[in-house]
């Protein structure tokens, strides 16, 4: 999700050339964050998808098992706080998606119930005017998750709803 597989080489080789700097920087930050405790707190919305770049960027298993923390403790509660829900769940998407290879079975199955959970959870708690600047919170959760469990054996007929509602509303609310 948001990058593929032949454009993560050349971020490779760019955080080894031009982007050194600032990789450098991105790294010193994501190892300063490991030993933060996992929490369903707004701060998850950043920890997540940083471990997951790492993970991404230099395939070290540390980033993507620190992700996983976040992710597990997703799959065992409910975030309490519905702002909190809508940012966290694009950020465990996006992780869960970047750190895939890692991932057993079992996780793959746990992670994606708890994004899910999650999604139904921010379905029931919000519905505003689709013409506000609520939309993208509110929908937007169901399409990351969509697309990032779009590969799943499991849960085929919830993913397919979620993208098929995201295209949907894209159609209906993005113009060319």
């Not at 950043?46 to 098992?65: F, G, K």
């Not at 465990?92 to 708890?114: C, H, M, N, S």
């Given at each position: ?56 960027i230099t395939s ?12 597990d403790l997703l ?32 996780e793959r199955e ?67």
């Amino acid at each position: 999700m948001l990058v593929t597989q032949d454009e993560i080489q050349t971020l490779r080789d760019k955080c080894q050339g031009p982007g050194r700097t600032m990789f450098e920087a991105m790294k010193k930050r994501a190892d300063g964050m490991m030993g933060i405790k996992a929490a369903l707190d707004n701060n998850g919305r950043h920890y997540l998808p940083t471990y997951a770049a790492m993970y991404l960027i230099t395939s070290e298993q540390r980033y993507a098992d620190k992700a996983k923390q976040w992710l597990d403790l997703l799959s065992e509660q409910t975030i309490e706080n519905s702002w909190t829900c809508l940012e966290y769940i694009p950020a465990a998407a996006v992780a869960y998606d970047w750190i895939y290879p890692t991932l057993t079975q079992d996780e793959r199955e746990r992670f994606a119930d708890g994004m899910i959970r999650q999604v139904t959870r921010i379905k029931k708690l919000w519905r505003h005017s689709d013409y506000n600047n609520h939309f993208l919170l509110e929908h937007m959760s169901e399409l990351h998750v969509g697309l990032a469990l779009a590969h799943e054996d499991h849960h085929q007929e919830v993913y397919r709803t979620y993208l098929s509602e995201g295209e949907t509303w894209l159609k209906q609310h993005v113009t060319a």
